[in-house]
């Protein structure tokens, strides 16, 4: 905009009119420009933007006016003091006026309050009388509802029977039998059993009699389905007998070849022969000098097992093993585990002595104060195996072996074991050696149990093992060298497995083996960290007394460490600290000086 737009700049001039050269006239004329374009993009209502657009313009020119500038500078300064203290005047003076305002109108909103509490504390009130009448309404709707029911109950509850006692004796019993408390409960428990017996027939063996015509309908439409796939075999098997008839007759034709004769002329001939030797004389029906053959599908040769499917008899066995097998599991519903268990031993054709059977008794909750289920079933299977002469497979016999080793009843795999009732295997015995926790020498008749087993399996190892753990050492010994055929490395397993005085000094004399001594060295290390280990230090001791004290260099002890070469001489140091140790000090001290010795001299014959 130009200079003439701005009529109220021309009448009042911001800028006092200080003209010396045409650059402050550019400026000028620069400034009043900025001031229009500024104005006219404002607000022309709001005076806080108009004020901004001359602030800015007064900064320019205390910018371009340098004479001028302190005093321009603090002119504005007091300027805009003075306007911030108006624009703070007007804002508390309308904050001023709005408390003014609330505090003219507090007294009407307190009583406003108050007015509203007292309509609120009413209506309580009366909500609270209300509740106390619909409570003793409710009330005594209760009490009337409960005389209401009591009356109605009065009303519709049967007479309460009242037990006469009968003076008369009880049917089929004397008096003497009567009074007997225990013979009493006997026959109790026997018609109770009879009841169970009655009540298993009903749900098994009996039906309603509105089944009967269903089941007779059945019955006929699976007799009707019967005869016509009677039929239809028939049929089927005498096609197959011309077929067979024809392609042999076929065959010889082509081994043959005779003249004049054509292969149809000869299967037809074959066939006319295969019908007059099926039929009888009198069925023997010929038309032009040829047989008929469509009686040969009327009347032919049936074999005798056509029927077998039909078999009434297996029909029945079919039925009598269901009805077996419901019985079954009404017992064991019944928690009748005994009655359920002597009934699968004796289950026809073995239905029930199965793997499936054993893990159902297996699971089955025992009961306090009664035998284990599965050992009941166990004992029920193993009592009828001579009866019916087949052994319960090696999976159950595991199993059977098992329960009653948890049950602890060693005394009952004894007599299975003996009566040869068990499906022998290795792993059976593997079970039985594993029971046995005794110490030193078997007590418990576990080794011996085992012994058999393995004996039977021929686990020829595992005999001699289970020899040493009941002390019979010479016969282990005898075994090893007859059928284990053991070598020295068998031997010093065996003493690793089942350490014992006794076995180290059989297993160093040479008459119990038959074959050469086990080295002493090697022995008596073994037996080092065991219970043996006092056993190992004796032979040693026993060694240094044989040898005579007035010549150490010819001792006994000394020519073992030299000539047993089984072990380094570091193994024959750890074994004269463990004689230092345990009492044999003397010993002790010879071995170290014997084995120092023997040690350098293999260092030197080393080097």
């Known amino acids: 905009m130009s200079r003439n737009s701005t009529p109220d700049l021309s009448r009042h001039p911001v800028i006092p009119p200080i003209v010396t050269n045409p650059q402050d006239r550019i400026f000028l004329k620069a400034l009043y420009e900025f001031i229009d374009a500024e104005l006219a993009n404002v607000d022309s209502a709001s005076p806080e ?56 109108q507090e007294s009407s909103t307190i009583r406003n309050y108050r007015k509203r509490s007292e309509e609120l504390e009413r209506k309580c009130h009366i909500i609270k009388s209300e509740n106390e009448k619909l409570e003793k309404r ?19 509850a049967p007479p309460k029977k009242e037990i006469k006692k009968d003076k008369r004796s009880i049917p089929g019993l004397t008096a003497e039998q009567s009074t007997d408390l225990r013979y009493l409960t006997k026959d109790l428990e026997r018609r109770e059993r009879q009841l169970r017996d009655l009540t298993i027939s009903q749900k098994t063996r009996y039906t309603l009699k509105e089944n009967k015509d269903k ?61 007059k030797s099926s039929l009888p004389d009198n069925d023997r029906l010929t038309v032009g000098g040829q ?43 019944e928690r009748l585990y005994e009655e359920a268990a002597t009934h699968a031993a004796n289950s026809p054709k073995g ?67 003996s009566q040869d009732r068990l499906t022998l295997t290795e792993e059976l015995g593997d079970v039985i050696f594993e029971f046995c926790k005794c110490r030193s020498l078997c007590t418990c008749s576990c080794q011996a149990l085992a012994q058999r087993v393995y004996s039977t399996v021929a686990a020829h190892s595992k005999v001699v093992l289970c020899l040493i753990k009941q002390g019979r050492v010479k016969s282990a010994l005898e075994y090893a060298k007859v059928k284990a055929d ?39 290390k073994t037996l080092l960290g065991t219970e043996a280990e006092i056993d190992g230090l004796q032979i040693i001791h026993d060694i240094y007394l044989q040898s005579p004290r007035d010549t150490p260099e010819q001792s006994a002890l000394r020519k073992l460490i030299f000539d047993d070469t089984s072990i380094s001489p ?24 014997a084995t120092t010795v023997f040690g350098a001299m293999q260092r030197a014959l080393s080097q």
């Open 351 to 417: 239905i029930l002595r199965t793997p499936e059977t054993l893990w159902k008794f297996k699971d089955a909750k025992v009961e306090i104060g009664h035998r284990s289920p599965l050992l009941a079933f166990c004992e029920a299977i193993m009592s009828n195996v001579l009866a019916l002469g087949i052994k319960p497979s090696a999976p159950m016999s595991l199993e059977c072996v098992r329960t009653v080793l948890d049950q602890n009843r060693v005394d009952l795999l004894s007599h299975w074991i």
């Open 49 to 104: 933007q108009r004020y901004i657009v001359f602030k800015s313009a007064f900064d320019k020119i205390i910018d371009h006016v340098h004479a001028y500038k302190p005093l321009l500078t603090a002119i504005k300064a007091e300027y805009e003091d003075t306007i911030e203290t108006i624009q703070r005047g007007q804002k508390e003076a309308f904050f001023l006026s709005g408390k003014l305002k609330a505090m003219s």
């Open 486 to 524: 053991f070598a020295h490395g068998d031997f010093m397993d065996l003493l690793r497995l089942s350490p014992s005085g006794e076995l180290a000094h059989a297993l160093i004399d040479s008459e119990e083996l038959g074959m050469g001594t086990l080295p002493i060295g090697m022995v008596v």
């Open 291 to 333: 047989e008929e053959t469509g009686a040969f599908t009327q009347h032919r040769e049936t074999p005798s097992t056509s029927f077998e499917d039909d078999d009434p008899t297996k029909e029945k066995e079919a039925e009598m093993i269901l009805e077996y097998i419901e019985k079954f599991n009404e017992l064991f519903e």
């Open 138 to 156: 409710r009330n005594f709707l209760r009490e009337k509802r409960s005389d209401i029911l009591k009356e109605h109950e009065e009303i519709i």
């Open 215 to 275: 089941l007779k309908q059945l019955l006929e439409e699976k007799v009707a389905r019967r005869d016509e796939l009677s039929e239809k075999i028939d049929y089927l098997k005498g096609k197959r007998v011309r077929l067979k008839v024809a392609v042999d007759a076929a065959h010889a034709y082509n081994r043959i070849a005779p003249p004049h004769q054509t292969m149809g002329h000869v299967v037809l001939k074959a066939l006319d022969r295969s019908i």
């Open 570 to 593: 570091d193994e024959w140091m750890e074994i004269a600290n463990a004689c230092i140790d345990n009492g044999f000090r003397e010993v002790g001290l010879d071995m170290v000086a």
